[in-house]
């Protein structure tokens, strides 16, 4: 494995890698570092899926809004660099800021609808510096197939609807969240919790859980009555402090009506929570297939 | 010569040619049609500088606004398939609306302060569909290089500013404005003229000129006499509605304040006009360089 920080030497050595061999293909694990087992899995189906697994570490300035931790955001580079290797990266791409953004950028990409709710609408701009940011490595590294984390939803929904769109060439990989043993999705952030609110943040995934037994077995039926249980289970946990409950078609990410049925939907459903604890904001998922549908993440 | 229609077919030829021999680079000239001497201009400059030539012709929708000409621009495609292959294509690219917005995009790429001015103030939403529909083009085509005509002078600041921020691994090549023996540039709008119109637009190129020499003697030395030089010259024609005539630098396109001296800016300039004659918007311009400097464009 090998480590590199400039966009030429990264283009250098991936074409080094190609011509070593016939017809190899290129994958792309874009991440912000601090990699947990998430990374790991994602890392891992590319290595699966493709020839040359490249793993970039940028903590993207430009997604974060001006009240947010951009500066306090966890970063270990050495101990990032090793999990990456034993993973299976080919190459870690770790640019500075400089290097992303010699000069204060111009071009936005933006993506509407799909990023009208959920984080989009907590988090403005934050989405516009997520896809100009994934393009940016899209056209530095010009992977086949790209793997993204299914924690976070609507980033995959986003990304798929600008790859559509602007006709990248590049194979959109979701793949499953991981979690802890006892449930709390892995995030980079879980390092802010303190040890109350990480026991208390486990009522994110135990809610979505429970709310996914009580569809299935007629409790609750509507997007009114899932929404109405997460938000009612996620407040037994004082602590914390809820930014958003929704149930919306994935993965165009329009919510449901109150009143329609949950699991009579013809495509996917996403139940999706922000919720806060003291300072820290996580987010957590439960993605519904219809009946029938081949599960394809 | 081929003429393809699909963008999995236009992928697959331009793989049949780079395999037919090794290393072969790919020039795009992305055009709308109706071919004049200035795209053929553009085609024999790629043929020069790359080994596959793929010419695209799209009337873009999402570049018109709702009061201009999307409906009635002019169309000919078995003339443009003919000056094509004259020129040196290698591939006609003619996609449907439908084939490169199977549903309305989601997606917009947006530059900003390089719009800001000139036709982007005119024609508000313009160039969001130009580079989005450039950059569409690029992900389809994945060219080495691309030329662009510098009659659009904005347009190609524009893409040169897209492509340096988003990393997009093309090489811009800014070709000159090729004009009639009379000095009109060439336009596919030319064709709407009445020869009244034809016969007093002329005023735009012959103004510009007569700027420019006005300049180098020194006649008149700031942008602001340089401005009303232009203007005064243009009312000469009655039928002349003037849009705008700009100084700016170049490729930044920031106006430069009255005062300034043109010719001694450490940078390019250009003085810009767009004029309309009936219901044809003209475009024309003049770039100054500064002493010295090796001429790029």
Redesign the interface.
């Given at each position: 494995m090998k480590a590199v920080r400039t966009?030429a030497e990264l283009?250098n050595e991936i074409q080094n890698l190609k011509s070593s061999n016939e017809k190899k293909t290129v994958g792309l694990v874009p991440t912000m570092g601090y990699l947990h087992e998430g990374h790991a899995s994602l890392i891992r189906a590319a290595k699966e899926k493709t020839d040359i697994v490249v793993v970039s570490i940028f903590v993207n300035p430009i997604q974060f809004g001006p009240a947010e931790d951009f500066e306090t955001y966890p970063r270990d580079e050495q101990r990032d660099l090793a999990a990456a290797e034993k993973a299976g990266a080919d190459l870690v791409f770790l640019p500075s800021v400089e290097t992303m953004y010699p000069k204060a950028?111009?071009?936005?990409?933006?993506?509407?609808?799909?990023t009208s709710g959920l984080c989009g609408a907590s988090r403005p701009g934050h989405f516009d510096g997520v896809?100009?940011v994934v393009?940016?490595l899209f056209?530095?590294v010009?992977p086949d197939a790209a793997f993204f984390g299914m924690k976070d939803a609507q980033q995959v929904a986003v990304i798929q609807?600008?790859v559509y769109?602007?006709?990248?060439?590049v194979n959109i990989v979701p793949c499953p969240i991981i979690r802890e043993e006892d449930g709390l999705a892995l995030s980079s952030r879980n390092v802010y919790l303190s040890p109350e609110e990480r026991k208390q943040a486990l009522v994110l995934s135990r809610s979505l859980r429970e709310a996914k037994e009580a569809l299935e077995n007629g409790q609750i039926r509507t997007a009114g009555e899932a929404k109405a249980f997460l938000t009612a289970k996620i407040m037994e946990s004082p602590l914390a402090d809820i930014d958003y409950v929704e149930v919306a078609a994935f993965p165009a990410l329009t919510p449901l009506a109150e009143g329609e049925n949950v699991l009579e939907q013809n495509g996917a459903v996403l139940m999706a929570l922000a919720v806060k604890f003291g300072r820290t904001r996580l987010i957590d998922n439960s993605l519904l297939h219809p009946k029938g549908e081949l599960r394809h993440v």
């Open positions: 966009i283009r950028t111009k071009t936005k990409i933006a993506v509407s609808e799909v896809t100009t393009a940016k056209n530095i010009q609807q600008m769109d602007l006709n990248f060439n």
